[in-house]
Structures are given as structure tokens and as C-alpha cells.
């Protein structure tokens, strides 16, 4: 690589000049050789190490899915530096970036490369400015310049030199009218001043230029030699500086360091500019004395291929508005626009220097000097890469089917194409004017090289109903909108119709299935049950009721037309009602507190069964608290109360002392039996005299006095 540049440097070299500085000056430039970026002070990348960027889309952060070359709805775009222009098909390669809203099918990645291997990208659906390209899904040469507008900034102080006059025997500078102006163009045009003190400043935006010799850098940059000014501000579009305040010797010197800004907010270290301060002094006191002089640098510019050597045309200057009454041809006042590429930006600079009372001074441009400032070279413009089309057709076939390509980058699909018979293409889509009529879109890529287009399938272009029927659909989560409902039969949750309704109510879940007698429903708070409840299985009932100091799983309560809380009820043979009891649990508790706690009825079999079924003490009971029967047992034709029992287990066990008075034996209808009384002997009981005549059917019963106590033994005969 050369160490030295000469004024015309191939891009090569620049950037091999700028490999080098990297690699041997990295103080506070770093440089990673794996992904081949390159990092200023800031951690900001300015370059990159290689001489290809490949870049890629996906649809994942990694690359891994939808990976692709190109960005029609990607939502990521990849980049990977390397010395090779094969591009690599593994996403992992790649360095991925997330897009904001992604590419859509509007949005194409641009880039803009400038020299030393720099690159910048934007995603846009235009090109931000000159010298931006879009990708050409093939890798890029960082060695290809694309921009236009590099090195087209100038900047120039208005005056170039400034007279300062002094006055009195000892001459003083007077400053009144020193007021350092300094501009800058682009292209010819002037761009606006920042007095932005740092590159990340507020007011350092794209197209602007301020005073710094670096990133961090503003005024303080600014180099003086003799004389004494304070900073420039912000005057309409340039830097204004004020009066200086001291002037030590002549000539004195101002050089001020500029960044500029491009409209691609690349920031670049321009030249330094600088402006001169001459003393201008009258003429020596007496006879002997001269006048003084003055001097200006004039300057004129000119685009041209090749050196275009200094003029000689004449020209008259005005001092009081510093006009040029001719400028030599194909010069100009002010630097214009390249006119094309290869072009170079000559300055060309004259001194006038004359007496300091002349008005005008005739002079011509041969003792002038020219400069090289600015030069255009354009970049080769990519390839055109392949284009999307879209076609359209309505059709009664709901089947389309395979493939089609048309010749021409205009071009549409044959009629009747896809098994489509009759149905013609166009670029917008058609009305449909009949019932049953689809209307289909097909995707189609347009290969330039080839210069003819592969359509895709037709698929629905779009589908709207008001109402739509189907013989079966296979759904996955189903979402009902606020108002929205699925029914059949009832048209809303409070509509007593047959039939069922589940929708959202004003934001409550609502679901109604049944009759106005017989019905299921859940109203957003509890589910109610109305009418009959056929089970062929079981019910289990695990709630938590409480009624009095009573806890129960369920409760069932009579009221109104139906006051039995509970019917059980068993066919020709079963049982109606089985309580089961674990343990020392009570199976069946049947209380009341004025009414009867149980009717158990039957109309063959056993009404009321009782059983132990463990070898250790069970008991049934039944118990009153109040007035009412704690037991009622009644009978048509069959036995009210059977109870059995064996020799180890008596049929009836009765822990009372007035079992008589219980029994009320007394009262019932019929006649004495017999009479049996204590004799005083112990456990004989004698013989009753007279017998008693007893009558079939009819309620006896046998009195035993004990002791002065009589007590009462009902008989049936």
C-alpha cells in the first residue's frame, strides 16, 4: 500500500491508507476481525475492515426463520463484512437488526457508502438523498463510492483579509468595523450555520456545519496569531465574529477548524480556514509622506475536467461594495453544482492591493492562483432486481389451481389460466356483479434477465359476509365480541323460548339453555336450575349448607304448591330412601320442629327398614323437639311397624320407665283379655279366671297391677 497519497488516489488506496492508520494508530480506534466492524472513541462504527457487506431478511432476530433476500414483509434485515463477494447462506453469519414496523411491502433498505470502507443504511420507501442506492440483493463493494456530494463543501471568510485602520501619531487599530464573516456552500448553495460546540449537539443536524477540529471539539479549536476577537454567534446563515479587541503586530491570523454535516448526517473534518488582518495605515505626517493601501483576496470558481489555468481577463473592483465588474469565462462568483461526474472545483484566488483612498482599482486575474476544492465522482448504479405483480380475475370456480408465466414486464396471465375458464387478468380488482362469484389474486415475480413474469396460485383476495352458512366447520378458539352471541331458538338470555343462548352481555358472560319452566342458566353471577333434574346416574352433592345449627351438603326446600323438601322414591323393587351412616354417624336424621319430620310410605312392601348391619350398638331414632310426631306410621292393609329381631338382638329395645303411659293401651278400642295380678309370688304369673270369650279382630289388651301401679299390654288377635 502506498504511505503516501497523491492528489488523485484510487479508492483502493484511500482505503488501504485507512487500514493501515487502523492498525498502527489504535489508541482509541478499535477493530473487531470477526465481524469485520471498525469503532471510533465513542464506540460508534466508522468503517468496516473488509472489502464486501452481504446483506439479509428474516423474520426472527436470529435469522432463522423467513431468511431471504428480500424484505417484503421482513421485520429484520442482516449484514456480514467479509473479504469474499460469495454471500453466505447461514443465518448465523450475520449480524441481525430489528426494523421498526418492519419492511411491509412499501420499504427497501438503502445504503450510501462514502469512502473507507464506510457505509450507512436507512429503510425508507424512498431514497433519503443523493448517492443512496437499494440494496441489490448481491454483496456490495465497500470500495465503490455511491455519493455524490463528499467533498463539494467550501467555506470562505467575506472579506478573504480585513484592513484595520489605526489612528493618531501613535497609531491605535480602531475595530469598529471589523467584523469577521464566515460562510459555507454545498453544491453552491449556502448551508446554515450551527454554533453547536460538539457533534452530538442539539443544532448540529444534517446540512449544517459548525467550528470544531473534532467530535468533542468547538470554538476552543479555533487558532489565533496577533490578535485578540472573541467567539463567532449565529448570524442568519453564517458565523459572525465580534470587533476584536487587540491587534499586536500586522499581518495577523485567524484559523478556524470546520465540521460539516452532510444531509445524510455524515459528519466531515473539512479544511481549515483562514483570514488575515492587515493594518492600514495613512500616509507618513509631512510632504515626504505616501498614501497608504489596502488589499483584498477576490475569489472566483469553476467546475472543468482538467486543470483550466490562470486568466488573464481585466476587471474592475469597487472598493465600497467589493463588486467585480467581469469575471473571466466559464467562472463564476460563488461554487455551483457539479454539472457531472469526473468533474473538479477550481478556486481561483486574486490579491488586490491599492491605494486606501482608491474607489476602484483596474486590475486583471493573471496574478491570481488556483486551488483544487471539491471533486464529483459518481458510483456505478447496481443491478435491477426482480419485481413484484400483482394480477386479479372474479370468477364461479372455487378451485383454482397450479401455475402460470406471462412474457413481458406489463404482461397478465392468459384467459382461462389456473382452470379459471373464461376469466380474464387485470392490474385492479374487478367488481363482482353476480352471486357466486369469487374474486382471486395472484402473486407474480418479474425476472428482468428473462424479462417475463411466474405467477402463483390464485388465492381469495377478500371475503366479506353479513351471514355465513356452513354444513360443518372445524373452529379453534372462538372469541364473542361484546353483543356478539352464538343461539339457536332464543334470540337473547332473558327470551324464554326453547333453545339455547351464549353470548357476551354488555361485558358479562351470559349463558341460558332450556324453556320458561324447564331451563339451565348462568347469569353471570350463579347458575339456576328450573324443573326436573333426570339423572341415570348418581348425584353427588358436596356443598355447604347451613340451616339452624344443622350443616348439610345440600338442602331441599318445599314451599308453595310443592311442600315435600325431599321425595325418594323406588320403583317395584329397590328402596326409596337408603342412608348409609360410617362409623358413629347418624344415617338418617329426619327432625321437625312442628310438622312431621319423615313420612315414609309404601304401598306393598316394607314402609321404614331399620337395620344394623355392624356387630357393635346401632340404633335408629327418631326424635320431635317441638309438638308435631317425631314418627307416623299408618298402613292400608299391611303391617303400620314390623320389627324383628333374634335371641342375641332384641326386635325393639325401649329405655323408659312409662312405656305404658306410652303405649296408651288403655284407650284403645276393645275389651280386657285378662286380668293378671301380683299374688306375691314372684315370676309366676297365674292362670286369669274366668276365662274371657275374645273376639276375632278386636283390639285387646291384658292389665298387670304391680305394687298399686296398673299398667296396660295391647293384643291383636
Known sequence: MPFLLDSDPSTSEVSDAVNYLLSNFNTTISSNAVTGEVKGPTGAIIGYLYKYMAIKYADSFDGSVGFSDSPTNKAYFGIRNTN??????????????????????????????????????????????????????????????????????????????????????????????????????NKGVIVQFSNGQTDSDSTFVNNTWRIGASSTTGNAGIMYTNITIGYPSVSGDHALWPNPTAMSASPAYMAVPIRYKTSAGVVIQSVVISTQFLFSDPGATGPAGTSGTKSITVSAFQWATSYPGVPTQAFTYTWSGGSISAFPTGWTSAASTAPATGYTLYQLNLVITDTATATTTATNWSGGSIGSIGYRQDGSIGPQGDGARLAYTKSTIASPYGTATSTGSTSLPATGSFGLTGSTFSTSPPALTAAGEYLYQSDGIYVLSTNTITWSTPYLSNLKVGSLSAISANLGIVNIATSGNLNSGKTSFSDTTAGFFLGNDSGTP????????????????????????????????????????????????????????????????????????????????????????????????????????????????????????????????????????????????????????????????????????????????????????????????????????????????
Request: hydrophobic share 35%.
Open 84 to 185: 469474499s463477494s460469495t454471500e453466505s447462506t447461514n443465518p448465523t453469519d450475520y449480524i441481525w437488526n430489528k426494523v421498526t414496523g418492519g419492511f411491509g411491502t412499501t420499504k427497501y433498505l438503502y445504503y450510501i457508502t462514502t469512502g473507507g470502507r464506510q457505509i450507512q443504511f436507512s429503510v425508507a420507501t424512498t431514497a433519503p438523498d443523493g448517492g443512496w442506492l437499494v440494496d441489490p440483493a448481491a454483496s456490495i463493494d465497500l470500495d465503490v463510492i455511491t455519493s455524490t456530494s463528499i467533498i463539494s463543501f467550501s467555506a470562505y471568510f467575506s472579506p478573504s483579509v480585513y484592513q484595520v485602520p489605526r489612528t493618531g501619531s501613535t497609531p491605535t487599530p480602531v475595530f469598529t468595523s471589523i467584523t469577521p464573516a464566515l460562510y459555507a456552500t
Open 510 to 717: 351470559r349463558l341460558s339453555i332450556g324453556t320458561a319452566t324447564s331451563y339451565f342458566n348462568f347469569d353471570g353471577t350463579s347458575v339456576n336450575v328450573g324443573g326436573n333434574i333426570n339423572t341415570t346416574g348418581y348425584a353427588v352433592v358436596s356443598g355447604n349448607y347451613t340451616l339452624g345449627s344443622y350443616a348439610a351438603a345440600g338442602h331441599f326446600n318445599g314451599s308453595g304448591t310443592a311442600p315435600n323438601g325431599l321425595v325418594a322414591y323406588a320403583g317395584s323393587s329397590g328402596t326409596g330412601l337408603f342412608a348409609i351412616s360410617t362409623g358413629s354417624a347418624t344415617g338418617l336424621n329426619a327432625s321437625s320442629s312442628s310438622g312431621t319430620g319423615a313420612i315414609i310410605s309404601s304401598t306393598s312392601g316394607q314402609a321404614l327398614t331399620v337395620s344394623n348391619t355392624s356387630s357393635s350398638t346401632a340404633t335408629g331414632y327418631f326424635y320431635n323437639s317441638s309438638s308435631g310426631n317425631a314418627l307416623q306410621v299408618t298402613s292400608g292393609l299391611g303391617t303400620p311397624l314390623n320389627l324383628s329381631g333374634n335371641t342375641s338382638s332384641p326386635p325393639m329395645l325401649v329405655n323408659s320407665n312409662v312405656v305404658v303411659t306410652n303405649l296408651n293401651a288403655q284407650y284403645w278400642s276393645g275389651v280386657k283379655g285378662v286380668a293378671i295380678v301380683n299374688n306375691g309370688t314372684v315370676g309366676v304369673i297365674p292362670l286369669a279366671y274366668p276365662p274371657v270369650s275374645l273376639t276375632y279382630n278386636a283390639v285387646k289388651y291384658i292389665q298387670i297391677d304391680v305394687g298399686g301401679v296398673t299398667g296396660y299390654i295391647p293384643v291383636y288377635i
